[in-house]
C-alpha cells in the first residue's frame, strides 16, 4: 500500500505537480503560457523554468534599454537627455521618448526569440512604459512559423493574474501561477513515489 493516496497528497503539492503537466505540454504542443511568480521567488523560478526544460531566458528590459541606446546615439540624442525624459512622463520631451521607443519596435522584437526555440520571457514591464506591448500579440502570431519560436513563455510577478506594470498583456493564452512548491521542487522529493492523479 502507498504511503500516500491522492486524497492526501497536500494541496501545495498538487498544485506544483498540476503545474509540471501544463510546463510539459505547453513546452510540447508551442503555445503562448503566461505565468505569474511571486516577487520572492521570481529570479528562482525563472532560473528553474531554463534547468529544468530548456527554455531560453530573455531578459526584455535589457534588450529594450540597448536598443533605446542605440536609437538615441543614432539620433544623435545624449543618454542623459533620454534619462531626464524618462524621469518625467508629463514632461515636454516625454512624447519624443515615444517616438524613439518607437523605432526600436524591430530590433526589439527580432531579439526576442530565436526560430524553433521556446523563449522565457522575463522583466517584460518595460514594454507596458514605452507603448511596446503589442510586440507581445505580434510574438505570439508567429509562434510555429518557420521564421517564429516553437513557443513563448512569459514569467511576470503578482500572485494571480498575469499583468505587466498593472496591464493585462493583451495577448490570448494559457495562464497559470508558479507555486513556491514548484519552485523548491517539492513535488519531487518527499511526495514523489506517491501515486499520480
Known amino acids: 500500500m502507498p504511503a500516500f493516496t491522492p486524497a ?20 510540447r504542443d508551442g503555445s503562448f503560457l503566461q505565468m505569474v511568480a511571486t516577487p520572492k521567488v521570481y529570479d528562482q523560478a525563472a532560473d528553474e523554468l531554463v534547468r529544468r526544460f ?33 524621469a518625467d512622463r508629463s514632461g515636454p520631451d516625454w512624447p519624443r521618448l515615444l517616438r524613439l521607443a518607437d523605432r526600436c519596435r ?3 522584437a ?31 502570431g508567429k509562434i510555429g512559423a518557420a521564421d517564429g519560436p516553437h513557443g513563448v513563455w512569459l514569467l511576470v510577478t503578482g500572485s494571480t493574474d498575469p499583468l505587466l506594470d498593472g496591464r493585462a498583456t493583451g ?16 513535488h519531487r522529493s518527499q511526495f514523489a513515489s506517491s501515486p499520480a492523479f
Open 110 to 140: 527580432s531579439r526576442l526569440f530565436t526560430p524553433g526555440t521556446t523563449p522565457l520571457l522575463v522583466y517584460a514591464d518595460i514594454l507596458v512604459r514605452y507603448d511596446l506591448l503589442d510586440v507581445l500579440t505580434d510574438l505570439h
Open 106 to 108: 524591430g530590433p526589439v
Open 54 to 86: 530548456g527554455v531560453e531566458r530573455i531578459d526584455v528590459e535589457e534588450i529594450v534599454l540597448d536598443a533605446l541606446e542605440t536609437a538615441a546615439a543614432e539620433a544623435k540624442a545624449q543618454w542623459h537627455v533620454v534619462e531626464s525624459a524618462d
Open 8 to 27: 492526501s497528497i497536500p494541496p501545495e503539492i498538487a498544485d506544483a505537480r498540476s503545474l509540471e503537466s501544463r510546463l510539459e505540454r505547453a513546452l
Open 171 to 186: 495577448v490570448p493564452g494559457q495562464k497559470a501561477i508558479v507555486p513556491e512548491s514548484w519552485v523548491q521542487n517539492r
